[in-house]
């Protein structure tokens, strides 16, 4: 027996008892039966076929407490595990032994959401009237919206100003509900969005102020290949990148090495996978 000739709702049951053993260290018909709503016999039926495959790796069943244990050197019968699945085995485990903090809902308004991205596809303008948290105004605007973006919390939709002359990211939850919403075509090209179009190469490495034993930490939490760590984002999302990481802050336990910018050879008609450097400069801490 192969993993790969069982149904696929078997196979599902297995990878998880898989996940149990090796995040949990035990297992039981219960957690399946839990988990997946199957019938004791069925829990049997995997349990069996679970066993089967582990072969001589197999966990042993302690009759104490009524539940099969992993060995020492056990091995996953499945591909290697995430973190995904060792939250969810967690979550499921009826103990108190994991909590996570509450999300803070940021709501999007899904008739707003639509209205913008018709208007991004259409190629239009919208007035709105946009609440600034820095000044409080609300003066009626027109914005053309082009792009979307997530900086893992919350949508922003890129859009050009025609009040500021620029590109701009806008809140969707921001725009206030007496906003007109009027729309109107585009009566000319807008100008080239070089930002979103320039892809930022951000080194970082651990913050230099670190003894040698909290860099290794630094390390082994980011996943460190080598003596830094390069990541890429759009130079339009790099504020976003900046905050979520806590970089030029007295908490960061990164910083920056330099960053390189590289852009698009030609606007819009060639893919970002095929990039030109145009800039390049490194700060020095």
């Known amino acids: 027996m192969s993993l790969e000739t069982l149904k696929h709702p078997q196979r599902e049951r297995l990878a998880f008892l898989d996940q149990c ?22 829990a049997a039926l995997d349990f069996k076929a679970y ?12 009759a104490v407490r009524k539940v099969y244990i992993a060995k020492a050197n056990h091995r996953p019968i499945t591909p290697e595990s995430s973190f995904s699945e060792w939250e969810r085995v967690l979550r499921a485990s009826g103990t108190d032994r994991f909590d996570a903090l509450p999300s ?6 899904p008739a707003m959401l639509a209205l ?35 900086d893992g919390s919350r949508i922003h939709v890129r859009a050009y100003s025609f009040k500021h002359g620029e590109y701009r990211d806008y809140i969707p939850e921001r725009i206030a509900p007496g906003s007109s919403l009027k729309t109107k075509m585009l009566e000319e090209e807008l100008s080239f969005d070089r930002d979103w179009h320039t892809i930022a190469r951000i080194t970082l490495r651990p913050r230099s102020n670190l003894s040698k034993e909290q860099a290794a930490a630094v390390h082994r939490e980011y996943a460190f290949d080598g003596d830094v ?5 759009r130079k339009a999302m790099e504020f976003y990148a900046d905050r979520r990481w806590n970089l030029d ?15 698009a050879a030609l606007p819009d008609r060639i893919a970002l996978d095929s990039p030109v450097v145009i800039d390049h400069h490194r700060r020095q801490r």
């Open 21 to 42: 053993f090796t995040w949990r260290g035990t297992a039981n018909r219960r957690d399946l039966m839990d988990r997946f709503g199957v019938s004791t016999a069925q």
């Open 51 to 62: 066993l089967a495959e582990a072969g001589e790796d197999a966990p042993r069943y302690d």
């Open 104 to 109: 803070l809902t940021r709501q999007s308004d």
């Open 116 to 150: 913008l991205s018709r208007a991004a596809e259409n190629r239009q303008a919208v007035e709105v009237q946009y609440i600034s948290m820095t000044t409080g105004d609300q003066t009626p605007q027109w914005i053309a919206p082009t792009r979307f973006a997530s």
């Open 229 to 233: 760590l390069v990541v890429e984002t």
């Open 249 to 263: 802050t007295d908490e960061a336990r990164l910083e920056r090495v330099g960053t390189e910018y590289i852009e």
